[in-house]
Nanobody
Framework: QVQLVESGGGLVQAGGSLRLSCAAS????????MGWYRQAPGKQRELVAS???????NYADSVKGRFTISGDNAKNTVYLQMNSLKPEDTAVYYC?????????WGQGTQVTVSS
């Protein structure tokens, strides 16, 4: 059974930085795509950023230029470096891993940005 273990959330002031990590384990296969989504109270879950095993990344317009996603294929781990954080970035951040025929989600990590 695939497990995604997330870490790195917390409380930070506006303008600060946080780095999220997500490690996938439990499968002999590697995910083809890993990404981060977020869900704020009362809002739908939305894509923040994703990256393929070949290194192609995709970002939501709201985070372009501030967030950077990177991956370590050998460790099946994805990172999200978040800089210049804004109060509107406050949300629960979820890691997602896409495998052949099935996707998996992490348990979520809270990111709170104070003004």
């Amino acid at each position: 059974q695939v497990q995604l273990v997330e870490s790195g959330g917390g409380l930070v002031q506006a303008g600060g930085s946080l780095r999220l990590s997500c490690a996938a384990s439990g499968s002999i296969f590697s995910p083809s795509i890993m990404g981060w989504y977020r869900q704020a109270p009362g809002k739908q879950r939305e894509l923040v950023a994703s990256i393929t095993r070949s290194g192609v990344s995709n970002y939501a317009d709201s985070v372009k230029g501030r967030f950077t996603i990177s991956g370590d294929n050998a460790k099946n781990t994805v990172y999200l470096q978040m800089n210049s954080l804004k109060p509107e970035d406050t949300a629960v951040y979820y890691c997602k891993a896409d495998y052949y025929q099935r996707n998996y989600w992490g348990q979520g990590t809270q990111v709170t940005v104070s003004s």
